[in-house]
């Protein structure tokens, strides 16, 4: 059984807060986990079997466990040790999920694919998780409505119903991974064929595609605009590795670019950051691509201003735009971030204006000026990447960096704090005083 003890640790861990010490070079290896991104889509799929599946190299964070204790609540018999986890979904049900855990995790959507799919029906709270502003998920029900459910939304909840589900055309107006996703989810077992153009084509649908086909699923063009899926009356069991996650491994050479000296990530795949490279190279940064490894070296000299504007995959990640925001100031001249994906995903300007960035919002983009000093203050985490932003930050600035809002960091950095002082950075928790404790939990409501 899943073990409730890691819910008590992740209760405690969200009255810490995290404090750096700054201006220390950094060197050594960090070993990259797998995909959180992926994760929280292949951990709602193991749903679809009628036999075990079991994922290798899960990522150790929050939103894995939320996942593990919705499948248990649902009567999957879930383990997970050593970042290996078994799924049997064999005696699930199809449990209505409208409020509790479901509403902490900001994917818990792909529930909604993976449960009609299987049982053709569901009931799941809209999404939580980071507040990014609206993400909407009309994409995701255009697709099921194609498929033959009927969606409605009560009470803040999504309820899906349908007699059968029959293959259909889908094109997405919008590229959404998340929509690309859940129709794949609930595709694979409606009747006849489904085509879904326009597709999202990042590498985690094709982590998902692979271990849906591992399942004995029919799936052609996961990766490409146009993916094709020939239903299937049953799925089985199988064992799976997860990929690396693009995204910590994009965290970290910008970490690299900012204080370090010969740092290697081990367990990448190059291709999947290569916008990111380009962009760190653009500013000055060495960087040298190995088969799995990438060894990334700081700044001789100062780095040069960038224009960065986040676009769908293969284009700049979305999920990067706030770290590569801490490095940006540290760039001689005038930088402007665009984010092209979440307007409002400027949550971290504030808290670098606290540390001394010359920084402004207008619009989509914000507009930097450097190179400025940092200086450590107390700064606040309002969601995942912002965190990670918060971190870099205080990498470079002088003196210490308090960051409250751990939890938000813990929800997709798998043990961010001991990788960090494994490459020789000072950092380590403190549990916050009782006042900073209501404060913290004051800003999450």
Not at 374 to 384: Q, S
């Amino acid at each position: 059984m899943y073990q409730p003890v890691i819910e008590t640790k992740r209760k405690i861990l969200t009255m810490e807060k995290l404090l750096i010490e700054g201006g220390h070079h950094l060197t050594g290896t960090v070993q990259i986990s797998g995909a959180k991104n992926s994760a929280v889509a292949l951990i709602p799929a193991t749903i679809l079997a009628d036999s075990p599946v079991t994922i290798d190299q899960l990522p150790d964070i929050s939103d894995v466990q939320t996942l593990c204790q919705l499948l248990e609540e649902t009567g999957g018999k879930v383990t997970f040790q050593q970042n290996t986890l078994t799924v049997d979904p064999k005696d699930m049900v199809d449990m209505p999920l409208p409020n509790g855990r479901v509403k902490k995790l900001r994917a818990s959507y792909y529930l909604m694919g993976a449960m009609l799919g299987r049982f053709h029906k569901a009931v799941i709270g809209l999404p939580g998780g980071c507040n990014l502003g609206p993400r909407p998920i009309d994409q995701h029900i255009k697709g099921f409505e194609a498929l033959g459910a009927k969606v409605t939304n009560e009470r803040g909840a999504i309820y899906l119903r349908a007699t059968e589900l029959h293959g259909a055309r889908i094109y997405l107006d919008v590229v959404s991974v998340g929509a690309t996703i859940n129709i794949m989810l609930a595709a694979v077992k409606a009747e006849g064929r489904t085509i879904i153009e326009n597709a999202a084509k990042e590498p985690e649908i094709i982590d998902v595609a692979t271990l849906l086909t591992s399942m004995g699923a029919k799936i052609k063009g996961a990766g490409t605009d146009v993916i094709r899926i020939e239903g299937v009356r049953t799925l089985h069991g199988c064992r799976h590795m997860i990929i690396p996650d693009r995204i910590e491994a994009g965290t970290f050479m910008i970490i690299g670019a900012a204080q370090g000296r010969d740092l290697l990530i081990d367990n990448v795949i190059p291709q999947h950051v290569e916008s990111l490279t380009a962009k760190l190279c653009e500013m000055g940064a060495d960087i040298q691509v190995g088969e799995d490894q990438m060894l990334v070296s700081g700044r001789k000299s100062r780095l040069k201003c960038a224009d960065v504007k986040t676009l769908v995959y293969p284009g700049f990640p979305t999920d990067l735009q706030q770290p590569i925001t801490s490095l940006l100031t540290q760039a001689e001249g005038t930088s402007i971030i665009t984010d092209t994906i979440y307007g409002s995903r400027f949550k971290h300007i504030d808290e670098l204006r606290r540390m001394g960035a010359n920084v402004k919002v207008e619009g989509r983009s914000a507009i930097l000026t450097g190179a400025t000093r940092l200086e450590g203050t107390k700064v606040r985490a309002t969601d995942l990447r912002a965190g990670a932003s918060l971190v870099i930050a205080g990498l470079i600035a002088g003196g210490i960096t308090e960051i409250a809002g751990v939890e938000h960091i813990d929800r997709g950095y798998d043990h961010l704090m001991e990788k960090l002082q494994g490459i020789g950075a000072h950092v380590w928790r403190e549990s916050m005083l009782e006042s900073e404790t209501e404060e913290n939990l004051k800003d999450q409501d």
